[in-house]
């Protein structure tokens, strides 16, 4: 960051052009994303279900949330789960990954660049999986394990509650190699190479060490980067549990807050409500993210 | 400080028993992300007595191409032509890229590289929007783009995508890796920032703007224009794509057909822009 000085005003009018900059994308971003949000907050304030005018609530539909939802306590406690196993594990697994294949030659790296981002190519490529996991025999893994006489009928994978979860984040892993897999990819590209025959010199003397004193500290700006995009995308998880498990879900194994948002939003046209639920949603994911990029501020400059 | 391009030599610290067995892991990874691919690539090929066969099959037995020229006969007996879908999600997708690539980039640069006031509130709200899930924001953003009269227009397609968050984000993160010195050095050769921004950071984060392109050309690709476009010539491919294999269990194999195909160009601009990404390792890194 190049710093100025002097005061406000002189600061802006050195940097003039900045702003003319930033202005064309300023522009559609505050109106077509910060508006909504903003929106959606002003909703959360009030009882609104598309047909009749909103009328102001105060903090109503909050304190409904918190003491009267014992759905929106199950949603929490799944979307923890699902969180805390996958978010971690997808945020690993593409670092060690994207690191795993810059060791390879030229092509082998592309192919299994290739691959290993094949699952989020396409938005609905894990559907597949709904045939993969299906209850009746014609369920792939079901009839592997029926031909093994492994069991004698078919699991209901998707509708047992004790098992859909799992699936369901074994699916959320299959597709974690995504967008930040792929910073990673990229942030690796510009990591400056003498700087590993600098550390071999000063006593560096495998590619774990490697890794850990040079190519993770110089890669500060993708781990936070990537720390958001796993955050955002471990907590609002839902399109992957209506199609495995439909909606609702057996015992609500598969509720998460996300698809409770989408219960209240699309389908009871409760809005308020809903918006509400979303906002909670921010504030906790917000301070997740807080807490995770100071951890990465103190490993790496960023 | 230079940007020196020599290639790397051979690397150091490297023991033939850990090339291997990273290689064993890697390949039965890749095995994991592989199969499921390939079982629903091969239900395009197999057919309709072998999608519904018991005991199911992986692979297929008589491979045919009947899920395809399904696929092409009911597309051509729409009363809008299938090319018309086609240039429409062509359309969205070029403009998109192009738009959101220079727009984001422009942005992007001053928030990475000067201290203006504003530069950090306006950092801190792009992060937040990242962070901010949940459909509530659809009827918001509705009203807006209703209000602007762009309702069923490609406008209501393409600028909420171009003033997204995550390219902007991404390109700004590899930004503040260029060295302060670089920047310093040119402002006094006499560089304005536009040149700067072209001449010596784009360049440096090649690597970053190909991402993006993934990203943007993802996204647009597969966007089914949502509730904003209503009017049939309008439509885009994924939508048109999902109308013809909703006819019910007789259409699963065309429907199979049909996400082979959407998915062929994501996959050859992938390996595209993943090979010039590769390239780029003949340099050697960003330094001071």
């Known amino acids: 960051m190049i710093v100025s000085s002097g005061t406000t005003w002189q600061k802006m009018k050195k940097n003039a052009d900045c702003y003319l900059m930033v202005l064309p994308f300023a522009l559609l971003f505050i109106t077509f994303v910060v508006l909504p949000v903003i929106g959606a907050a002003f909703i959360s304030l009030t009882d609104y279900n598309m047909l009749e005018t909103p009328s102001f609530v105060g903090l109503d539909n909050y304190l409904r949330v918190f003491l009267e939802d014992n759905d929106f306590i199950t949603a929490v406690r799944n979307t923890l789960v ?46 597949i999986w709904t045939f993969i996991f299906s209850g009746d025999q014609y369920g792939f893994i079901n009839s592997m394990l029926m031909s093994m006489r492994l069991v004698d009928e078919p699991v209901q994978w998707l509708t047992d509650a004790n098992t859909v979860l799992p699936v369901i984040m074994l699916v959320q892993l299959w597709m974690s190699l995504g967008t930040s897999f792929l910073s990673f990819i990229a942030g690796l590209q510009n990591v400056d190479r003498t700087l590993y025959e600098a550390a071999a010199v000063d006593g560096v003397r495998n590619r774990w060490q490697e890794l850990f004193y040079i190519t993770l500290p110089s890669m500060g700006p993708q781990l936070l980067f990537g720390a958001v995009m796993q955050i955002s995308a471990s907590f609002s998880v839902s399109s992957i549990c209506i199609t495995l498990a439909g909606f609702p879900s057996t015992d609500n194994a598969a509720l998460t807050i996300v698809t409770h948002i989408m219960d209240y939003g699309n389908m009871r046209m409760e809005l308020g409500y809903a918006s509400a639920l979303s ?14 990029q100071k951890v990465i501020h103190k490993y790496a400059a960023t | 400080m230079k940007i020196t391009l020599h290639k790397p030599k051979k690397r150091v610290n490297r023991s033939m028993f850990g090339n291997i067995s990273i290689l064993i892991v890697l390949l039965l990874v890749a095995a994991f992300m ?26 297929v037995q008589n491979p045919t191409l009947e899920n395809f020229s399904e696929l092409w006969r009911i597309s051509d007996s729409l009363w809008i032509p299938f090319s018309r879908y086609f240039f429409n999600t062509l359309f969205v997708t070029v403009v998109g890229i192009i738009a959101s690539m220079a727009l984001s980039t422009l942005a992007a640069f001053p928030l990475a590289k000067y201290d203006f006031p504003g530069n950090a509130a306006f950092s801190k709200l792009i992060t937040m929007t990242l962070l901010f899930t949940g459909p509530v924001t659809a009827l918001p953003q509705y009203i807006i783009v209703t209000k602007l009269g762009m309702f069923d227009t490609f406008w209501a397609v393409l600028l909420p995508t171009i003033g997204g968050p995550l390219n902007i984000f991404l390109i700004k993160n590899f930004l503040t890796q260029v060295p302060d010195s670089m920047l310093e050095a040119a402002t006094l050769d006499g560089a304005s920032k536009m040149k700067i921004l072209t001449r010596i950071c784009l360049p440096l984060v090649k690597p970053a703007m190909l991402t993006t392109l993934i990203f943007t050309f993802q996204a647009m690709w597969n966007s089914t224009g949502g509730n904003y476009i209503v009017s049939e010539d309008m439509k885009l491919l994924p939508t048109m794509m999902s109308q013809l294999s909703t006819g019910g269990i007789a259409r699963t194999g065309v429907g199979a057909a049909s996400s082979v195909l959407m998915i062929l160009p994501s996959l050859i601009i992938f390996c595209l822009t993943q090979s010039k990404i590769v390239e780029t390792m003949a340099y050697s890194g960003i330094k001071e």
């Open chain 1, 82 to 127: 699902f969180a805390v196993v996958t978010g971690p594990l997808s945020y690993i697994a593409c670092l060690i990954f994207a690191w795993l294949i810059n060791e390879l030659g030229r092509h082998a790296r592309a192919v299994l660049t290739t691959i290993f981002y094949l699952p989020t190519m396409s938005a609905s490529m894990y559907v």
């Open chain 2, 34 to 59: 592989l199969l499921p691919f390939i079982y629903s690539v091969v239900q395009a090929f197999k057919p309709m007595e072998e999608i519904f066969a018991y005991p199911p099959r992986f692979f």
């Open chain 1, 279 to 292: 906002v909670v949603l921010f504030a906790f994911v917000l301070l997740v993210n807080n807490i995770v």
